[in-house]
């Protein structure tokens, strides 16, 4: 259904300008602050957040599928920005050579995510700064996360070094790999 959609599956909500790649999307926003919502579909694509303020919001809750594409090495959205909001995305199948495939790695910035699944991968969220960044966590799933296979150290739901204050609330944590 997403690519069925006209101009493509991420809207920019305040210009209604549409594109049919999720880092196309994230790139146009610069160090503005903008919110992209995103069209029910499974999705092979990643981003990277440079600067700004993003709400990558699904349109219908648990109906923006993310699965197994990570950017860098990393992540499906790695966060670089001042401030990131996720609500009711579904991350899933993250696999990355150095044991560490997250659905969200988080290197700056405050980070809030409603809402959201992290599911069948090596990690759910991963990062943290060293600085004051707060991260807040409600309503959301983490499930058949983590693996001792490619990592000595193993891998873990949320996984965050931090020097701000981190939140977690009314979230749901089933058994790892």
């Known amino acids: 259904p997403a690519a ?21 999307a994230v790139s146009s926003i610069l160090m503005g602050t903008a919110t992209i919502l995103i069209a029910p579909g499974t999705y092979h694509q990643c981003a990277v957040q ?3 303020h993003i709400t990558f919001k699904a349109v219908q809750p648990g109906t923006a599928i993310f699965d197994g594409t990570a950017c860098e090495g990393k992540a499906a959205l790695v966060l670089r920005g001042e401030g990131t909001v996720i609500d009711g995305l579904v991350f899933r199948g993250m696999q990355v050579d ?10 700056m910035g405050n980070l809030t995510v409603n809402n959201s699944m992290f599911l069948d991968s090596q990690e759910g969220i ?10 807040t966590i409600d309503h959301s799933t983490f499930s058949g996360l983590g693996t001792c296979d490619a990592a ?26």
């Not at 069925?4 to 210009?15: E, H, K, Y």
């Not at 150095?98 to 290197?107: F, H, L, Q």
């Not at 000595?152 to 790999?177: K, M, P, W």
């Open 126 to 135: 991963l990062g943290g700064a060293p600085d004051d960044q707060r991260i």
């Open 50 to 52: 440079q600067g700004g």
């Open 98 to 107: 150095d044991g560490n495939g997250a659905g969200v790695r988080t290197e």
């Open 4 to 24: 069925a959609q006209s101009g493509g599956p991420f809207t920019i909500q305040q210009t209604g300008q549409h594109f049919a790649s999720l880092q196309d």
């Open 152 to 177: 000595v150290d193993c891998a873990h739901s949320i996984y965050l070094e931090n020097g701000g204050s981190v939140t977690v609330t009314n979230a749901r944590f089933e058994r790892g790999q």
